[in-house]
Nanobody
Framework: VQLVESGGDLARAGGSLKLSCVTS????????IAWFRQAPGKEKEGVSC????????YYADSVKGRFFISKDYGEETSWLQMNALKPEDAGVYFC??????????????????WGKGTLVTVSS
């Protein structure tokens, strides 16, 4: 199984970025896809996830209304649209997957598969 993130870049505060997570070897329909981020010196935190099967979406309070997650079965890809970026959104963003449905943001320790991350920098 491979997960490859892309789309990280330098953005201005208030701007937008769209991250992609292309998967391979994953039973995509049966997997919950989640995005995590890690800022320097901080622990990894869950940002958003889209559950397997019912496609329920969950967001951290800090990104609700600004970030939007999606997934496409045909392309076996998930996207994280990030709008109204803030400096505190900066960090390495990771895509992760776990088989089965979820009814909320999973903990990073639960995730079975991880990408290597993509760097998001936000200038104020």
């Amino acid at each position: 199984v491979q997960l490859v993130e892309s789309g990280g870049d330098l953005a201005r505060a208030g701007g937008s970025l769209k991250l992609s997570c292309v998967t391979s070897g994953l039973a995509f329909r049966d997997a919950t896809i989640a995005w995590f981020r890690q800022a320097p010196g901080k622990e990894k935190e869950g940002v958003s996830c889209v559950s397997a099967r019912d496609l329920s979406q969950y967001y951290a309070d800090s990104v609700k209304g600004r970030f939007f997650i999606s997934k496409d079965y045909g392309e076996e890809t998930s996207w994280l649209q990030m709008n109204a970026l803030k400096p505190e959104d900066a960090g390495v963003y990771f895509c992760a997957a776990i088989y089965g449905s979820r009814s909320g943001l999973p903990q990073s320790s639960e995730m079975q598969f991880w990408g290597k991350g993509t760097l998001v920098t936000v200038s104020s």
